[in-house]
């Protein structure tokens, strides 16, 4: 390879990293910042409906395991950039259907195609960045992504200020979108040679036990928000569509210029110390979630609630510094699959429960951030291979 060729090639894997990331929320912001109203004034859904297709949607999160099998047959970046364009065509579908099964089914659709996605990232940023590197970056993905949601949402709130929503005409754009910029990815940039050939099976390793419990938490975790916070505001405080797409402007707004900040704190204070902050702020957040009777208070909750996410770059670079780097791509699979073992049973048990008493919901998630904690503080000062917890410095594979 010539060498002026090789000093372009990491500038240009960090810009097909930064595309992808603006390509995701074009299409996955729109679907799930309409959801909600959508599935009420549209479909008629309940806290049963919401709770069984959450848990449908992360069916193929728990599935994200049989990537590695996908790659037997495609590459990684092509992989990705398919997956882009599967999301795009199940979020385009979406606004078309209004039947409950057919709402199952554009789900599963996107849902497929964005969680291949995420995984492929995943892989694709652990194996294209320097452990030195990987948290500033991760934190810039993070706020590239918060700005495309910005615009988009942006331009959603202004027209719906003018016109009543259009939910077909909006599914279809933010779909539409993604699928372009998918081709767009898939002609403009050459294929990158991996740096280390991953392994193509499955495994668990015990050194590694630390960091899928982690994993387990935080898709638990992270269920409660995207499925019952958001829910909580519409059906119990009667947010309407355009609010709900101003707060997550909001969110947007503030991620775009926190989100770097907190990747360059994570490689300055360690990962054991960025989890803990993270995971005791949480703590806080799901018990004022059980008890809030005021909008106001709702509204700053769930913005508190959503920038604690960028703290969960701590797990990943977490992982990078202990992991054979050959097993990024397997490991990567097998980490979404066990995000979403939670994901995919807690949404239609805690809608359950919160038919009967939806404060017992965030209870529960005060709990789940409680064991959270505990298990952060088993992260060591320095994590590296032989020294991946504080309990021992070696665990055999």
């Known amino acids: 390879m010539p060498r002026s060729l090789s000093r372009l090639l990491p500038k240009e894997r960090k810009?097909?990293?930064?595309?992808l990331a603006v390509a995701s929320?074009?299409?996955?912001?729109?679907?799930?910042?309409l959801l909600n109203n959508y599935v009420v004034e549209i479909v008629g859904f309940t806290g049963k409906e919401i709770g069984f297709l959450?848990?449908?949607?992360?069916?193929?999160?728990?599935?994200?395991?049989?990537?590695?099998?996908l790659l037997l047959i495609i590459r990684q970046q092509n992989l990705a950039i398919l997956s882009l364009i599967l999301l795009g065509l199940g979020t385009a579908a979406t606004g078309i259907f209004t039947s409950v099964m057919e709402l199952y089914i554009t789900t599963v659709l996107m849902s497929v195609g964005f969680h291949y996605l995420e995984t492929m990232q995943t892989s694709l940023s652990l194996q294209w960045l320097s452990k030195k590197e990987a948290p500033a970056v991760l934190g810039k993905i993070i706020s590239i992504r918060s700005i495309a949601t910005l615009v988009v949402l942006g331009s959603l709130y202004v027209g719906l200020q003018l016109f009543q929503p259009n939910y077909i005409w909006i599914y279809g754009m933010g779909g539409g979108a993604a699928?372009?910029?998918?081709?767009?990815?898939?002609?403009?940039?050459?294929?990158f040679i991996d740096d280390v050939v991953q392994r193509n099976e499955l495994f668990l390793r015990r050194r590694y036990w630390l960091f899928y419990t982690l994993t387990f938490?935080?898709?638990a975790r992270r269920q409660i928000f995207i499925v019952f916070a958001g829910f909580l505001l519409v059906q119990k405080f009667g947010f309407p569509l355009e609010k709900m797409v101003l707060l997550i402007l909001v969110n947007s707004a503030i991620n775009i210029w926190l989100a770097p900040k907190i990747g360059a704190l994570i490689g300055f204070i360690g990962e054991r110390r960025a989890l803990t902050i993270e995971y005791l702020g949480l703590i806080a957040i799901f018990l004022s979630y059980s008890v809030i009777e005021s909008g106001e208070l709702?509204?700053?909750?769930?913005i508190l609630d959503h920038l604690f996410f960028s703290m969960a770059i701590a797990i990943k670079t977490y992982f990078q510094k202990i992991a054979d780097p050959a097993d990024f791509a397997a490991t990567a699979g097998i980490s979404f699959t066990i995000n979403h073992i939670a994901a995919v049973v807690l949404p239609a048990a805690l809608g359950l429960i919160w038919i009967l008493n939806?404060?017992?919901?965030?209870?529960?998630?005060?709990?789940?951030?409680?064991?959270?904690?505990?298990?952060?503080?088993?992260?060591?000062?320095?994590?590296?291979?032989?020294?991946?917890?504080?309990?021992?410095?070696?665990?055999?594979?």
């Open 15 to 19: 810009t097909l990293l930064f595309i």
């Open 25 to 33: 929320p074009i299409a996955f912001a729109v679907w799930q910042t």
């Open 54 to 69: 959450q848990s449908i949607r992360e069916i193929p999160g728990f599935l994200a395991f049989t990537v590695v099998w």
């Open 179 to 191: 699928i372009c910029i998918g081709i767009y990815c898939m002609v403009a940039f050459p294929h």
């Open 217 to 219: 938490l935080a898709g």
């Open 298 to 302: 709702a509204i700053a909750l769930y």
């Open 358 to 397: 939806h404060s017992a919901v965030f209870v529960i998630g005060a709990f789940i951030a409680f064991a959270s904690l505990l298990l952060a503080r088993l992260i060591p000062d320095s994590p590296c291979a032989g020294q991946e917890t504080r309990l021992t410095q070696r665990m055999p594979a």
